[in-house]
């Protein structure tokens, strides 16, 4: 009897043992059981920064964990890029994606110090937003047909402003350039919100500048709206005309976030920061801050992260190999 009641109290504490360690390398293992940066590729204060930080806040809620954003602007993203390539693969370190991080990058630097499509994995698809093309009022011109004139009398003598060389705000104008036979000079800035205050100080003449970030200064008469990079006129905007109604086609989609990480990120880890994310696209606060801005919300798997980088580059990589970019 003596005997069997020891075996018994063996076994109990055997099993409180393994109790603990199973609960210690939970403890140890449960994800996160530390901050998650989220890195910024431009500097505080436009569009992008703003709704990082609103998905920060709101997906950080929803996995029970603190995301802490960790602005790294310069090199058109590549800075930001390296930073979260030189971390583990553990889903502590993200980034902010965007079309330039993971599609025109490619074509402006060469060699680009990173591969978007090996190098990274999707987590989420964020948003998608129009770019305005916009110019200094003190220029004259209002109109896409006044700057095609203007443009064309003298090739090359206006200049525009862009959130960084290769970025979004960037390549837009050199491909409205391209397709409308017209020469401007390129003013690459640190981010978005000192190439807009640039343009409207007017160090430099016109910019495709962010719609949330724009709007402000179109409303107040600092900047003028001349045409909208997306599928249909903007609310707010309602006299503005789109590309594609002023006969230039293949502008809808230039500019959209998303999440990602480093490739080879657990999958489990991957799958609850997009879950995350659905989270964050149905929450009413973040819904009533994302039609401020202009933004469209765009939800999805992860595996759509990637399949919009390779349609992106399939799309737009002839016409931007041919402007023959580089990085001076």
């Known amino acids: 009897m003596s005997k069997a009641i020891n075996n018994v109290s063996k076994f109990l504490m055997g099993a409180a043992v393994c109790a603990v360690t199973v609960s210690t390398v939970f403890a140890q293992t449960a ?93 989420a698809m964020l948003t998608t937003v129009p770019i305005v093309l916009s110019a200094n009022p003190a220029t004259g011109i209002t109109s896409l047909k006044e700057l095609t004139e203007k443009a064309k009398a003298a090739p090359g003598k206006l200049n525009f402003g862009s959130a960084g060389l290769g970025n979004s705000t960037h390549l837009a104008v050199e491909l409205v350039n391209e397709a409308l036979g017209i020469s401007m000079t390129h003013i690459p800035y640190r981010g978005e919100a000192d190439a807009v205050m640039a ?14 970030t724009g709007l402000p200064h179109i409303k107040n008469k600092k900047l003028n709206a001349l045409a909208v990079l997306s599928p249909q006129r903007v ?67 992860a595996s759509l992260v990637m399949e919009t980088t390779l349609r992106d580059a399939k799309a737009w990589g002839p016409t931007l190999e041919k402007l023959n970019l580089s990085a001076k």
Do not use: C
């Open 235 to 301: 609310p707010d905007l309602p006299d503005v005309p789109t590309l594609s109604e002023l006969g230039v086609k293949g502008f809808d989609t230039l500019g959209w976030s998303a999440v990602v990480a480093r490739a080879g990120t657990p999958a489990d880890i991957v799958d609850k920061l997009n879950k995350a994310t659905e989270s964050f696209h149905k929450n009413p606060e973040v819904q009533a801050k994302l039609k401020t801005m202009g933004v469209i919300p765009v939800s999805g798997p």
């Open 31 to 123: 994800y996160p059981n530390r901050p998650v940066r989220l890195v910024v590729s431009q500097a505080p204060g436009g569009s992008s920064d703003t709704i990082a930080r609103l998905w920060a806040e709101h997906a950080g809620r929803a996995i029970g964990g603190t995301i802490v954003v960790e602005n790294k602007p310069g090199a058109g993203g590549i800075i930001a890029a390296q930073n979260v390539l030189g971390a583990p693969a553990d889903g502590y370190t993200l980034l902010y994606g965007s079309v330039s991080l993971m599609v025109l990058n490619q074509y402006t630097y060469k060699p680009l110090a990173y591969n978007p499509e090996k190098d990274f994995t999707g987590v």
């Open 199 to 212: 343009t409207i100080g007017g160090q430099t003449e016109l910019m495709g500048v962010v719609y949330g």
